[in-house]
């Protein structure tokens, strides 16, 4: 079922700054800040060969990772994303497992326009993880 390592996120409190430490402490290859107001975050895309970073910061007030911010003021990893064939088919599987979906259980439209769908970070060894369909 699981398929590529999409990305890993982490939750910054200054997106710009991460990105400049990206950039200047490991050579990376950092986009503009792209603000994804129906996500509730600003996203900063770090393209590795393998694989990317996307560095989160808060945006408008419900933003989901301000929760976490708060708990993690200097930041911290937020979650991976998984790619997967068929995300109903994963999702079903999931849940067969035992695993909690958040949310309404139906996938939604990520911040690269393809359905995802979150795992409950208790039922995932204490790590966020998010599916997506490639
Ligand atoms: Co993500």
């Known amino acids: 079922m699981i398929g ?3 990305h890993v996120a982490i939750a910054v409190p200054d ?9 200047s402490r490991l050579g990376a290859t950092v986009s503009a800040p792209v603000p994804l ?3 509730g975050v600003t996203t900063v895309f770090v393209t590795l060969d393998n694989t990317k970073i996307e560095l989160l910061e808060p945006l408008g007030d419900k933003s989901p990772i301000a929760a976490f911010l708060e708990r993690n003021p200097q930041g ?3 979650h991976l994303c998984y790619e997967v064939g068929d995300i109903i088919a994963a999702r079903d599987h999931l849940k ?15 911040a690269h326009g393809k359905p995802v769908l979150f795992v409950h ?6 790590t966020l993880v998010e599916i997506e369909q490639a």
């Open 37 to 39: 107001p129906d996500h």
């Open 121 to 126: 970070p208790k039922d995932m060894l204490g």
């Open 15 to 23: 997106v710009r700054a991460a990105a400049a430490l990206y950039q």
């Open 76 to 78: 911290g990893m937020h």
């Open 96 to 110: 067969a497992e035992g695993a909690r979906i958040l949310g309404d259980g139906e996938p939604r439209t990520g």
């Open 4 to 6: 590529r390592l999409n």
